[in-house]
């Protein structure tokens, strides 16, 4: 018999092409209109009262409630519409919301629940700009930030029980550049294990586990599924697939927590854009089919350049040597991405010879579009690290980031080795 399935079950590429967005709502347009307007006409003075009641969080919307809208830093109908289109695609998740860009997101979710006196346990590497938030402007704000190595499951095991007041666990994986994967499921039983303590003589609260799951998220790996709070997106890379919108994402299982990140929104400012919403909606419907396209792209690649005699170490979930790697990447990844990093034998040179000589894959750092990117990640997007840093994390001078698109592999396999050729 074949599986069928109740409509609330429909499966992400499905759900995401069938709910969220209401025509009879956009005077019958098959795909949503545009609602460019900074401010909404209420529907009567009660339901301008009601509306900020609800705003201000101090009444509760009933499910069936249709609340009005205020003013677009609030909310608008693009960003609903993209949320609720969203929302199918993070399995486990029941509310999302959208940001002007990947570090608004991570920025505001962070500062949605960490307050002075607390910490935040972060992997690393993790994507510099985050980097810098903890470091330079939490910590300046009274917030402890404590580095764990990304894929180090004790180290961060202890971490997490010796940190006092503990509040965040982010956790980036894959790490970005050298593909080090962290266990998710690991570090949320790490903290459901810990004994609930009571901050400030307020309720107890166990702290959160935030997954940045960019790299390999939403199709192949699903972080709110793995036990995670919260899942975070820089939309400008896989989500958007185009290299042309800056964007970002938060994903919740729980509704209340939701509500906390969206209140922040509201006042930083960070919404996203109607018209950046319109077209991030748009992308929605094909991230799986890209997604897997660009993953088998660059596992054929990966896989073929790791014999290259040019070539020192090419760093590629399928081609890990840690067991332990291995079994992470078999238990939360589907599928191994478009990520690749090449480690060339001849050092700096040899890497900016390469990057200089590929003619289709074009030297950009950012990544996660169609077309294919490559860069020196020492030299580019981790320049601020010490050398040590880099090398403990073995981000050498020969390493270069590939991030594969979806045009034929066969063009894109000759293109390196070409390149290698005349390194
Ligand atoms: C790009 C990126 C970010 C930042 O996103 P923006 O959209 O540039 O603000 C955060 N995390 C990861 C993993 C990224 O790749």
């Given at each position: 018999?074949?599986?069928?399935?109740?409509?609330?079950?429909?499966?992400?590429?499905?759900?995401?092409?069938?709910?969220?967005?209401?025509?009879?709502?956009?005077?019958?347009?098959?795909?949503?209109?545009?609602?460019?307007?900074?401010?909404?006409?209420?529907?009567?003075?009660?339901?301008?009262?009601?509306?900020?009641?609800?705003?201000?969080?101090?009444?509760?919307?009933?499910?069936?409630?249709?609340?009005?809208?205020?003013?677009?830093?609030?909310?608008?109908?693009?960003?609903?519409?993209?949320?609720?289109?969203?929302?199918?695609?993070?399995?486990?998740?029941?509310?999302?919301?959208?940001?002007?860009?990947?570090?608004?997101?991570?920025?505001?979710?962070?500062?949605?629940?960490?307050?002075?006196?607390?910490?935040?346990?972060?992997s690393v590497p993790i994507y510099g700009?985050?980097?810098?938030?903890?470091?330079?402007?939490?910590?300046?704000?009274?917030?402890?930030?404590?580095?764990?190595p990304a894929g180090q499951?004790?180290?961060?095991?202890?971490?997490?029980?010796?940190?006092?007041?503990?509040?965040?666990?982010?956790?980036e994986t894959p790490a970005n550049p050298t593909i080090v994967m962290t266990?998710?499921?690991?570090?949320?039983?790490?903290?459901?294990?810990?004994?609930?303590?009571?901050?400030?003589?307020?309720?107890?609260?166990?702290?959160?586990?935030?997954?940045?799951?960019?790299f390999?998220?939403?199709?192949?790996?699903?972080?709110?599924?793995?036990?995670?709070?919260?899942?975070?997106?820089?939309?400008?890379?896989?989500?958007?697939?185009?290299?042309?919108?800056?964007?970002?994402?938060?994903?919740?299982?729980?509704?209340?927590?939701?509500?906390?990140?969206?209140?922040?929104?509201?006042?930083?400012?960070?919404?996203?854009?109607?018209?950046?919403?319109?077209?991030?909606?748009?992308?929605?419907?094909?991230?799986?089919?890209?997604?897997?396209?660009?993953?088998?792209?660059?596992?054929?690649?990966a896989?073929?350049?790791?014999?290259?005699?040019?070539?020192k170490k090419v760093y590629y979930p399928?081609l890990f040597e840690d067991?332990?790697q291995?079994?992470i990447y078999?238990?939360?990844?589907?599928?191994p991405g478009?990520l690749v990093s090449i480690d060339l034998?001849?050092?700096?040179?040899?890497?900016?010879?390469?990057?200089?000589?590929?003619?289709?894959?074009?030297?950009?750092?950012?990544l996660?579009?169609?077309?294919?990117?490559?860069c020196h990640p020492r030299?580019?997007t981790h320049?601020?690290w010490?050398?040590?840093d880099l090398d403990e994390a073995g981000i050498g001078e020969g390493l270069v980031r590939i991030?594969?698109?979806?045009?034929?592999?066969?063009?894109?396999?000759?293109?390196?080795?070409?390149?290698?050729?005349?390194?």
């Open positions: 018999m074949p599986e069928t399935k109740a409509p609330a079950q429909l499966r992400p590429e499905t759900d995401v092409l069938t709910r969220g967005f209401d025509p009879s709502l956009s005077v019958g347009s098959a795909r949503p209109a545009v609602f460019r307007s900074s401010t909404y006409v209420f529907s009567s003075p009660e339901a301008a009262e009601r509306a900020f009641d609800i705003m201000a969080g101090r009444a509760q919307r009933t499910p069936e409630e249709n609340v009005d809208l205020v003013y677009s830093r609030f909310n608008h109908p693009n960003a609903q519409i993209l949320e609720d289109q969203i929302v199918p695609l993070e399995p486990g998740a029941t509310a999302a919301a959208v940001f002007n860009s990947g570090m608004a997101a991570i920025m505001t979710a962070l500062l949605a629940v960490l307050k002075p006196g607390d910490s935040i346990i972060y700009g985050t980097q810098t938030l903890i470091q330079s402007f939490l910590q300046s704000i009274g917030i402890e930030g404590i580095p764990v499951g004790a180290a961060i095991d202890n971490a997490i029980r010796g940190a006092r007041n503990l509040r965040v666990v982010l956790i266990d998710v499921k690991r570090v949320c039983q790490t903290v459901a294990s810990l004994p609930m303590a009571s901050s400030n003589g307020n309720a107890p609260e166990r702290p959160l586990v935030m997954v940045d799951n960019t390999l998220g939403p199709a192949f790996q699903h972080a709110l599924s793995l036990g995670a709070d919260v899942s975070l997106y820089s939309a400008t890379k896989y989500l958007g697939g185009y290299s042309d919108i800056i964007g970002g994402v938060a994903l919740t299982k729980d509704v209340a927590l939701m509500s906390k990140i969206r209140s922040k929104r509201s006042l930083f400012g960070n919404i996203l854009q109607p018209d950046e919403c319109w077209i991030l909606d748009t992308r929605l419907p094909t991230v799986a089919l890209r997604m897997n396209r660009q993953s088998k792209n660059a596992q054929r690649i896989e073929k350049l790791a014999s290259h005699p040019k070539v399928t067991p332990e291995t079994r078999r238990e939360q990844c589907e599928y478009g034998k001849g050092g700096k040179a040899a890497a900016f010879d390469f990057l200089r000589r590929l003619k289709l894959a074009r030297n950009a750092v950012s996660g579009g169609v077309e294919t990117l490559a030299s580019t320049s601020a010490s050398a040590q991030s594969v698109g979806i045009e034929d592999w066969r063009d894109l396999l000759a293109d390196c080795e070409a390149a290698l050729d005349l390194v």
